[in-house]
């Protein structure tokens, strides 16, 4: 473990209860209580055991989130070397597919431990370390390193991924995942950010790289790379005979206990359920229910005691509160275990699935046991050889007011105590000291604090604690952020990995599917054919439009198809190859576009022209007031505060739209905007489009402003006449200065004394009037709008310089992850998850998406969880009836929402923690994705269970969005494609429903094309049509199947090459191929030389290049536009080789002789780029 912060430790060996604590241990004198200790200073005294005894330190709290705080104290001590192992989900039910995050948690905190040093530290819970996981024997005899230069057979290694419960998938996306092209092997391993590539030569392992699972491409070369399992249930081929050889045992005997039992049919059930799965095990097939035969498949019942080493300590927290929870567990196990043997889902054989309470306390006291706790206690389980008591004190919050906390630095000083002061960022930090010093209170800010400081000074730094304490009898303090403002500002780590690009949705192209050609409109996309054309291979992508007519485009002309991508579930119009429907339909789309474009370059053309109101720059109370944020600010939120700060300080006004999921962080740049705003005199309107979100948003402001002379009111139907009257006549005399309210604020009477700042949350849900009133509100102050829904990276590029644009798309924090299932509606599972929820006080979203029967649903859970409070939503209930629902629910005063997908948008409800939605196969996963994100805002752990009905048939299509959920739900793959749909409906929000529309009847490809080409028109720009280049030249040129075998990754690498531009391209995409698929084919060279030779004839205005027999034609598009000096001067290059012919159709011929293929694609290359150079200058 790092000793960066040893100092903080050492001090304490001056406290005599501390020294008879480490001599305790040092002599093995164990058990130990310590007394007197809590909040931060048990995660303070853990840490300076773990340095001063140099052994490994396990920490056992309560529960997974007591384990979570004691983690986060001890993060600013101890940093990398402490690892938190959290409890894991058991399932019994026939659960489809489950989320892995946990599972995966564990395992790295087994190999840390199986490979760490000797003293990290691990914080578990009681729930945890009774459990079962793989036994440490296996585990070690799994792990695997792999160096360069090291003799493996890759056949051999594929066998020992699935051996460690990897899964084999043609392109690798998510933790556990592998496969296998050529001489490539790609592996995601448990414990690892980024995924791996093995490159053989033969037997031997040539090169490992790590790379991006998003974009696909290599980071950086490595030498060697270590392999941990993928789960902790592992079946190996060895084993499964034994295991199934059980699991017979204990069917025969259940058959035999038939005959004479009264529960005929449970028996006969289980009997069933166990032979279904007997036969997944023999397939080595890894159910999500498996572990409900642990005790059969690990008989030696193996826990974390199994990895932990002799010699270390083991902390346990609140010793009283320990046993307690293991005697909770273990009755509310059994009352689980009993009612799964009701339903012959368990057998009692196989019910024991983690240690007893009093197993533990054995291996507990077997190495050095220390219970530690606030308050003295008897300790019934073991008896302790010594009770050191501690004298150690719990500071009382300042809560702000920092007279008192002057007073007590003070006084501090006075007796000479060692002062440490923590800020939660290093600018607070710095303005801490600067306030201390101006009160005359000497102090210093240090980056890193390695030691403590010299007795009467005082130390600021960056850093984090539940509390600070005091150690009266050694002179030392240690305040933390929370005592100073009453929050601490909590470092947030971001859970977001910036990707190296990203693959683009033609990745998912499938027989069937519908496509864009930018000339003949929509089609049917059947598959790509293999032709011979005079004795060269090439292959064509096979498209069907009206009437069964087929379009056989060549790969290398790529770049003229799309994926068509419309509204989910809604099919397209096909088009006739040769009709007139498509060029009526782009050139409408055309028209409307160009409108649209010139609309908004009008509209920002006049804002810039606008004399606006130039907001001052921050003053000293704007930057207190940003300090009191309680959180670290993400590098988005960052800039685009930054982005509307500078938009407020121009003289013009404001227009800026701030894109960014719910949860994101928007609402606190709406906050700082405000108060800039108010700081100058000016007077906010903040316009949200429900009473709920007005409610929401009113408590958020006021919270965040209590401590500054500002007047907040919230004008919405909630409030009564003479209310609303008071509230109105404020606006008007400027005595109120934000004012947030629904459509209320738009009515005639509200006037405003001094508007400075308007926010609009979610334009596009107020309706036309609400719009028009906008429009003369919006004229000449600053407007800043907020949007939860994401917005495609496309759009946002075509429209800069006529829209401003914010985008917040980094996650603000290390959330916990939800906790995901796919199963068949099981109503016994439904109802335990509503209660569970319940108990832990918290509430469910119970997702119905039919209004028809969404009453008798909410009945159906009526009977069966009667204690449930139960409220319907959906989105034909009248305004106030919602609103009123939701109200109900935002106060706590409902149990459960049975409610449609209105739940997609805005509220964001932190105590929602489990979604149930049924019939998640008719949704996509777009929408799924985003439904999930409403639940896991807290500090909790939170569920979603995703269902299909039970023998339902389910459609082509409804079965592949289930295989889809699933593969996101275990791995996270199709993340990109879900983005991709959510961006697009993101896009129909913004433009409105008119272009909308537009987009469904020519794609979303071809929209943005025909948009980004308006604005430039009309911004002046001169947009050259792009010539159609045809080039069929006798070579071979296409992807071996046996090179990239997979259909959808070859069609990929096709769009890829299509899209070749330039020689820097050529590399680029070259360097890509074989990175991922190993060294390239002498066809797949030929088909880049090509696209590269394509895209230099389109620059220089020739529109096919063709061959007959020795000679090659390059014919010229346009005769006027022939440039002859530069012919001339290329056909000098080539004296004999080339000659021109002119006329109404010039073109250039070229003789081959008997060149050969690649001397044949050079010399065109070479000619064109000679005549674009020529051309140019």
């Not at 789309?589 to 160009?594: A, G, L, P, Q």
């Not at 629902?885 to 923690?913: H, S």
Request: with cysteine; glycine share 6%; hydrophobic share 40%.
């Amino acid at each position: 473990m790092e000793e960066k912060m040893r100092g903080l430790a050492d001090f304490l060996l001056e406290l005599k209860e501390y020294n008879d604590l480490i001599s305790s241990i040092k002599e093995g004198l164990g058990p130990v209580n310590i007394i007197g200790v809590s909040d931060s200073q048990k995660a303070h005294l853990i840490y300076s055991c773990c340095v001063h005894t140099k052994r490994q330190c396990i920490i056992i709290t309560q529960d997974d989130m007591h384990a979570r705080k004691i983690y986060d104290d001890l993060m600013f001590f101890a940093g990398d070397a402490v690892k938190i192992y959290p409890s894991k989900e058991l399932i019994f039910y026939g659960v489809e597919a489950h989320s892995n995050e946990l599972i995966q948690k564990r395992i790295e905190v087994l190999d840390s431990l199986c490979t760490g040093k000797e003293d990290g530290i691990i914080i578990t819970s009681i729930d945890a370390i009774l459990q079962y996981t793989i036994p440490h024997e296996l585990y070690i005899k799994h792990r695997k390193n792999y160096e360069v230069g090291m003799n493996v057979d890759p056949m051999k290694m594929v066998e020992s991924l699935v051996a460690m419960g990897y899964e084999r998938v043609d392109m690798v996306e998510g933790k556990g995942q592998f496969s296998m092209r050529g001489g490539i092997v790609d592996f995601y391993p448990i414990t690892s950010d980024n995924a791996y590539r093995i490159e053989f030569f033969d037997d031997e392992i040539d090169s490992i790289r790590e790379f991006d699972v998003m974009s696909q491409l290599s980071i950086r070369k490595v030498n060697k790379v270590s392999v941990t399992v993928a789960r902790e249930v592992l079946l190996q081929k060895q084993e499964i005979a034994d295991i199934l050889s059980r699991m017979d045992e204990l069917a025969g005997k259940l058959e035999k206990k038939v005959v004479y039992s009264q529960n005929k049919e449970i028996l006969k059930q289980a009997i069933q359920h166990l032979k279904e799965d007997m036969e997944k095990v023999r397939q080595q097939h890894y159910f999500p229910s498996i572990d409900k035969y642990l005790p059969l498949i690990y008989p030696g019942q193996p826990t974390l005691f199994q990895y932990i080493k002799s010699d270390a300590l083991i902390f346990i927290d609140e010793p009283q509160r320990i046993r307690q929870k293991a005697e909770t567990i273990q009755y509310e196990f059994n009352e689980t275990v009993k009612m799964m043997m009701e339903k012959g889902l368990l057998l009692e054989e196989t019910s024991r699935l983690h240690m007893d309470y009093y197993s533990f306390i054995k291996q507990a006291t077997d190495r050095m046991l220390i219970g530690i706790s606030a308050i003295s206690h008897t300790s019934p389980d073991y008896r302790p050889q010594k009770v050191i008591n501690m004298v150690v004190k719990t500071l009382y919050s300042f809560h702000g007011k920092m007279d008192y906390f002057f007073e007590d630095i003070k006084r501090w000083k006075e007796k000479k105590y060692r002062i440490i002061v923590l800020a939660g960022t290093r600018s607070r930090g710095e303005k801490l000291v600067e306030t201390l010093n101006k009160m005359e209170i000497n102090s210093t800010y240090v980056h890193e604090i390695k030691d403590v400081p010299p007795k009467g000074q005082v130390v600021v730094t960056h850093g984090a604690l539940q509390k600070g304490f005091e150690y009266p009898l050694i002179n030392f303090v240690l305040v933390s952020d929370k005592e100073i403002f009453g929050k601490e500002k909590t470092v947030r780590k971001s859970a977001f990995r910036k990707s190296a690009g990203r693959i683009k949705a033609f990745t998912d192209l499938n027989v069937g599917d519908y496509v864009v050609h930018q000339n003949h409109g929509i089609g049917q996309y059947m598959g790509i054919e293999k032709l011979v054309v005079e004795g060269a291979k090439k292959d064509y992508l096979k498209i069907r439009y009206k009437g069964d007519d087929f379009l056989y485009v060549p790969v290398n002309q790529l770049d003229l198809i799309q994926k068509y991508i419309g509204t989910e579930g809604k099919a397209p119009k096909i088009h006739k190859l040769g009709g007139v429907d498509w060029a009526k339909t782009k050139y409408r789309v055309k028209k409307s576009v160009e409108e649209l474009a010139r609309d908004l370059i009008k509209l920002y053309a006049e804002r810039q022209a606008v004399q606006g109101y130039a907001f001052s720059p921050d003053t000293e109370w704007q930057k207190q007031f940003e300090d009191t944020f309680p959180y670290e600010e993400t590098m988005d939120q960052l800039r685009c505060i930054e982005e509307v700060k500078r938009d407020m300080e121009q003289p013009r006004p404001m227009d800026r739209l701030l894109c960014g999921d719910v949860g994101y962080g928007k609402t606190e740049v709406a906050i700082r905007a405000a108060f800039k705003a108010v700081m100058d005199g000016k007077q906010v309107s903040y316009l949200v489009p429900t009473t709920v979100l007005a409610q929401q948003h009113y408590n958020n402001f006021v919270q965040r402003m209590k401590d500054f002379p500002i007047k907040i009111e919230m004008l919405s139907r909630f409030k009564s006449p003479r209310e609303q009257k008071k509230i109105i006549k404020g606006l008007r005399t400027g005595e109120i200065d934000i004012v947030i309210g629904t459509h209320r604020l738009l009515q005639k009477d509200v006037k405003f004394k001094d508007l400075g700042l308007l926010i609009i949350d979610e334009e596009q849900r107020f309706g036309v009037t609400h719009k028009e009133k906008l429009k003369s509100l919006k004229k000449d102050v600053d407007v800043l709008t907020l949007t939860a829904t994401p917005i495609p990276r496309t759009l946002h590029m075509s429209m800069i310089g006529i829209r401003d644009m914010s985008v917040i798309e980094e996650p603000p924090e290390d959330r916990y992850p939800v906790q995901t299932y796919v199963l068949e509606y099981n109503e016994a599972v439904i109802k335990e998850a509503i209660i569970r929820e319940i108990n832990r006080g918290g509430q469910v979203y119970y997702l119905f998406n039919r209004v028809r029967d969404i009453y008798s649903v909410a009945s159906r859970i009526e009977n069966m969880v009667p204690e449930a409070r139960i409220i319907v939503a959906h989105g034909q209930m009248n305004e106030n009836e919602l609103e009123d629902a939701m109200m109900k629910v935002l106060n706590g005063e409902v149990d459960v929402l049975v409610c449609t997908t209105i739940i997609e948008t805005g509220l964001d409800i932190p105590n929602m923690n489990t979604i149930i939605i049924e019939d998640a196969d008719s949704m996509g996963l777009a929408q799924l994705y985003q439904l999930r994100g409403r639940v896991g805002r807290s500090n909790r752990l939170a569920y979603a269970y995703l269902t299909y009905r039970k023998d339902k048939v389910l459609k082509e299509a409804a079965e592949k969005r289930l295989q889809a959920i699933k593969e996101f739900t275990e791995f996270g793959s199709g993340f990109k494609i879900a983005m991709r749909d959510l961006e697009i409906r993101g896009a129909g929000n913004l433009l409105g429903p008119e272009q909308h529309g537009h987009m469904e009847a020519v794609g979303y490809d071809m929209y943005c094309k025909l948009l980004e080409e308006a604005v430039r028109e009309i911004k002046g720009e001169v947009v050259e049509p792009k010539t159609e280049v045809t080039v069929d030249i006798n070579v071979d040129a296409f992807i071996p199947e046996e090179y990239i075998e997979n259909h959808s990754q070859r069609l990929e690498i096709y769009k890829k090459i299509a899209s070749i531009q330039n020689q820097q391209d050529f590399y680029d995409v070259g360097e890509e191929v074989e990175d991922r698929y190993g060294d390239l084919p002498v066809p797949v060279s030929n088909l880049m030389t090509i696209a590269l030779i394509r895209s230099i004839a389109m620059d220089v205005g020739i529109c096919s290049i063709s061959q007959k027999n020795e000679s090659i034609l390059l014919q010229f598009c346009d005769s006027k536009k022939v440039n002859m000096k530069a012919i001339n001067d290329v056909i000098s290059q080539f004296k004999g080789k080339l000659m021109f012919t002119a006329g109404d159709n010039p073109y250039l011929t070229y003789k081959t002789g008997k060149d050969s293929v690649s001397i044949i694609l050079n010399n065109i290359k070479i000619m064109l780029q000679k005549l674009k150079e020529l051309q140019v200058a």
